[in-house]
């Protein structure tokens, strides 16, 4: 039981590129989340999946999309990094509403 | 506009000593409020605190909710230098399954 798993762990991008961050669990969560973690900011979240085949935007949605590609996998994609993108990106998940969340070890993403 | 504010910032203690770190939110459609450990790496959970769950513990750590003032506290008696971390307080929305975080108490705690 893997819990939450990312990948890559690290990336270097330049602006104007573009990348897909990975994420899957293998504990049969409805639910899944995408993060951005800023030095002073917190979490701040930038899509969820209630279940599977949905979508929703959070507080910081601009300049990324997202796939629930099935129940285990959720992915980010930055169609066209800029340096304000620069962040360490965590994935959760958590089986429905009203339980905690479980998190990924994150994807620390600098765009030069 | 819902938000979570956490308090103090930072925190440096020294190993025995007990801290109480604070959380306030306004929320619309409030579920409910996680108290996370973030140690470097990923969050890792601590307690959840709900209407019918206001008040939870677990070993050194405890953790209250009081709805009326929109806000619950962390205690950690007899600090240990592995409480080191920042503590992440979130409360969830039942509005579409959100989670809102603060931006987190960072304890050192100094032998």
């Known amino acids: 039981n893997a819990g939450v798993t990312q990948t890559p762990k690290f990336q270097v991008l330049k602006t104007g590129q573009s990348m897909t961050l990975q994420c899957a669990q293998d504990m049969n969560h409805n639910s899944m989340y995408w993060y951005r973690q800023d030095p002073g900011m917190g979490l701040r979240l930038i899509y969820y999946?209630?279940?599977?085949?949905?979508?929703d935007k959070g507080e910081v949605p601009n300049g990324y999309n997202v796939s629930r590609l099935n129940k285990r996998e959720f992915s980010l994609r930055l169609e066209s990094a800029a340096p304000s993108q620069t962040s360490v990106y965590f994935c959760a998940s958590d089986p429905r509403g009203g339980y905690e969340q479980y998190f990924g070890p994150g994807t620390r993403l600098t765009v030069t | 506009e819902d938000k979570v504010v956490q308090s103090p910032l930072s925190l440096v203690v020294h190993e025995g000593d007990t801290v109480t770190l604070n959380c306030s939110y306004e929320?619309?459609?409030?579920?409910?409020l996680l108290w996370y450990k973030q140690e470097k790496k990923a969050p890792t959970f601590l307690f959840m605190l709900?209407?019918?769950?206001i008040e939870k513990k677990s070993g050194r750590l405890s953790s209250i909710l009081d709805k009326k003032e929109l806000s619950s506290i962390l205690n950690i008696t007899a600090t240990q230098t592995g409480d080191s971390a920042i503590y992440l307080c979130?409360?969830?929305?039942?509005?579409?399954?959100?989670?809102?975080f603060g931006t987190g108490t960072s304890l050192t705690v100094i032998p």
């Open positions: 929320v619309t459609n409030f579920r409910s």
């Open positions: 999946s209630a279940s599977e085949g949905t979508t």
């Open positions: 979130a409360v969830e929305s039942n509005t579409g399954n959100q989670f809102y």
């Open positions: 709900t209407s019918s769950g």
